[in-house]
């Protein structure tokens, strides 16, 4: 049984920065592409961020692109998601996601969801 355990949310004034880390168990983590997801309130789910097995990143909009870096190690099964700069707009719920195969695209479905962890960023 797969399980995704987020850690790292809080309350950050804009400009500061958040890691969120998500621990994986239940399927070998090196055979996966992971990523993050995020639901502000009264929008949609969006994609965050995602990275392959060998590493390479993508980003969703561009709104997070230049401040937020997604990394993983293998060694302790862990995707983090680096948020730099941070704005009001970035409060959400952020998701960690597990891929069925090792390489995606950015509108690749996930597969397995953790259950979130609250971001919010105040003015």
């Known amino acids: 049984q797969v399980q995704l355990v987020e850690s790292g949310g809080g309350l950050v004034q804009a400009g500061g920065s958040l890691r969120l880390s998500c621990t994986a168990s239940?399927?070998?983590?090196?055979?996966?592409?992971m990523g993050w997801f995020r639901r502000a309130p009264g929008k949609e789910r969006e994609f965050v961020a995602a990275?392959?097995?060998?590493?390479?990143?993508?980003y969703g909009p561009d709104s997070v692109k230049g401040r937020f870096t997604i990394s993983r190690d293998s060694a302790k099964n862990t995707v983090y998601l680096q948020m730099n700069s941070l704005k009001p707009e970035d409060t959400a719920v952020y998701y960690c996601?597990?891929?069925?195969?090792?390489?995606?695209?950015?509108?690749?479905?996930?597969?397995?969801w953790g259950q979130g962890t609250q971001v919010t960023v105040s003015s």
């Open positions: 239940g399927r070998t983590f090196s055979n996966y592409a």
């Open positions: 996601v597990q891929y069925t195969g090792y390489y995606v695209s950015t509108s690749t479905e996930p597969r397995y």
């Open positions: 990275i392959n097995r060998s590493g390479g990143g993508m």
